[in-house]
């Protein structure tokens, strides 16, 4: 069987347990090609950050039930970290400094 590759973020690979979850909803998986790199990106960011195997179970659930309610890029996330192609906002430089360890 061969699988249509399915995009990822600018800065993350597509996860294989996000990357399942999409493959068995068809609608998830056209919503989730129609959202922008960027925006792919803050799903993946937001779904591999828990520290937790429940919570990231969870989050990838979320990710295909949020897409599909037509939400296009996690709430109250501050944003992917990763990416070196623009400085940290204060506010998010403000979260991670204020963030338990």
């Known amino acids: 069987m061969v699988t249509k590759r399915i995009s990822g973020g600018v800065v993350h690979e597509l ?5 399942r979850a999409l493959e068995t909803d ?3 998986l056209v919503l989730w090609e129609d959202i922008t790199p960027l925006a792919r990106n803050e799903w993946i960011c ?13 989050h990838v659930k979320r990710v295909v039930s949020e897409l599909k309610d037509g939400i296009r890029r996690p709430c ?24 338990k360890s």
Request: proline fraction near 7%; hydrophobic fraction near 35%; charge should be positive.
């Open 46 to 58: 937001w779904t591999i950050a828990p520290k937790k195997s429940e919570t990231r179970a969870d």
């Open 15 to 19: 996860p294989a347990d996000l990357k």
């Open 76 to 99: 109250c996330w501050i944003g992917c970290i990763h990416r070196k192609d623009k400085t940290l906002s204060p506010s998010v430089l403000w979260v991670l400094s204020n963030k």
């Open 26 to 28: 068809k609608k998830a």
